[in-house]
């Protein structure tokens, strides 16, 4: 399946490390993230698991559910989870999805033939509370992902949902924002009292709006 940036998100009925969820439900009102692995017991894979172990306060706090996917069954997930918590040093506390018949691989396009014909590559999906994509990364199966980058993303897309602004290279969150060019200045003056640098026309920095989080 082809999906694109504003597409809804394919619900789907799967079983988990945490037991059987259908997605959109779990999902709530919130957010989510959906990244698949290409294998259980591979290292890249153990790193990437322990790291979002490590990361699931900053997820929470951002109101974002995170959900990962192999292409193996659950009880290997299970045995796949020891390791994760003796080698990275923080035990699974999110729920891994078992698609040993790769059915929620093929309806989000995580498997890339010409990459491999049977293993995931490492997508993710960014999921809004409208249920609709708002961010996908590919990575090759040979590279773990960053994700704190994932989380600075979040951010950006959190913050721009609310506030008629876009953000700059390398943003950070509490650092200048762009005001986004379809708001005129007089429209600017109400909703940037604080004012506003403008460097040319198109390009007004503002400071960033506190979003709460």
């Known amino acids: 399946m082809n999906i694109r940036l504003g597409d809804p998100a394919p619900d789907f009925t799967a079983q988990t490390t945490d037991g059987p969820i259908r997605f959109h439900e779990w999902m709530g009102d919130g957010w989510a993230v959906l990244f698949s692995h290409p294998k259980d017991f591979t290292p890249v894979c153990t790193t990437e698991l322990g790291e979002v172990a490590r990361l699931k306060s900053e997820f929470d706090r951002r109101n974002v559910k995170v959900i990962g996917l192999s292409v193996d069954p659950l009880e290997d997930h299970e045995a796949w989870a020891d390791d994760i918590r003796e080698t990275q040093g923080y035990a699974l506390n999110f729920p891994l999805i078992a698609d040993a018949d790769r059915a929620v691989s093929d309806l989000y ?10 293993l995931t590559v490492r997508s993710v999906f960014v999921i809004g509370p409208d249920k609709r994509v708002k961010l996908m990364i590919t990575y090759p199966a040979s590279t773990g992902r ?65 979003a709460g989080r």
């Open 109 to 118: 396009g995580m498997i890339h033939p010409n990459a491999d014909n049977t």
């Open 146 to 210: 960053n994700f704190d980058e994932i989380l600075r993303v979040i951010d950006s897309l959190q913050l721009t949902a609310d506030f008629s602004v876009a953000t700059p290279v390398n943003w950070r969150y509490g650092e200048d924002v762009i005001i986004v060019p379809a708001v005129s200045d007089e429209e600017a003056k109400t909703r940037f009292p604080q004012g506003w640098n403008t460097l040319k026309p198109y390009l007004r920095m503002v400071r960033q709006p506190r």
